[in-house]
């Protein structure tokens, strides 16, 4: 159980369009949703929470109108990075938190890869 | 604030040599540890947690002890193996701070055989 699959895996697409990453909590509810980034050679970083039904809390530096995320329903997140550059080209990771009793456990998504030409 | 220190990697051992990655934290309150497993060109995995202070999480053949009084929880192994190559997250839900996940820098592991 407690499975999370994002989508598409691996993304390319040219300077300037935008792209949507779908994650996807697959046999549990996620009130809360996040979703990181991941520099070569480097730890996450988170970019947002993403909270079902309301808009999600953004992480210092990170653009909001750049990085747009929607969290329609209790399974389902999406981030859409939008006007993408090269710079935008990295590993992006969600994570859907699971609580069991007193103790919150984040079942992270395989990722997606996204390169911008 | 919170946060967590890891030991630095890359650690290279051999195959079979026992493993310990070390683990420090600060945080208020005492909150549930976790450790994540990241292989090569994959996402990441949780390999193991403990929910309260003396809990020892275990999977794999992985261990990590909640040490309240010394604020640490080191990853464990008593015999690495090659498939055991990977980068190692230390982590925890920050209490004070809309449980945030709180990360280490990871820990590099290469195992030669």
């Known amino acids: 159980g407690a499975v999370v699959s994002q989508h598409p895996s691996r993304v390319i697409c040219k300077s300037g369009t935008s792209v949507k990453i779908e994650c996807r909590s697959l046999?549990?509810?996620?009130?809360?949703m996040f979703w990181y980034r991941q520099f070569p050679k480097q730890s996450l970083m988170l970019m947002a929470t993403?909270?079902?039904?309301?808009?999600?809390?953004?992480e210092q530096g990170v653009e909001k109108d750049k990085f747009l995320i929607n969290h329609a329903s209790l399974t389902l997140s999406t981030l859409t990075v939008t006007s993408a550059h090269p710079e935008d080209s990295s590993f992006y990771i969600c994570?859907?938190?699971?609580?069991?009793?007193?103790?919150?456990?984040?079942?992270f998504g395989p990722g997606t890869r996204l390169t911008v030409l | 604030g919170n946060s967590v220190t890891q030991m630095e990697g890359p650690v290279t051992l051999s195959e079979e040599a026992f493993l310990t990655i070390n683990c420090t934290y600060t945080?208020?309150?005492?909150?549930?540890l976790f450790w994540y497993v990241q292989y090569p060109g994959e996402g990441l995995q949780l390999l193991l947690k403990?929910?309260?202070a003396d809990d020892k999480g275990s999977n794999k053949g992985f261990e990590a002890t909640y040490r309240k009084e010394t604020t640490s929880f080191h990853l464990e192994k008593g015999s690495v193996q090659v498939s055991d190559s990977a980068v190692y997250f230390c982590?925890?839900?920050?209490?004070?701070?809309?449980?945030?996940?709180?990360w280490g820098a990871g820990t590099k592991l290469i195992i030669k055989p």
């Open positions: 994570s859907a938190s699971l609580t069991s009793g007193s103790t919150d456990t984040q079942y």
């Open positions: 046999d549990f509810q996620a009130t809360t």
């Open positions: 993403s909270n079902e039904g309301s808009k999600a809390t953004y």
């Open positions: 945080a208020t309150g005492y909150p549930s």
């Open positions: 403990a929910t309260k």
């Open positions: 982590a925890f839900f920050a209490l004070d701070s809309n449980y945030q996940l709180i």
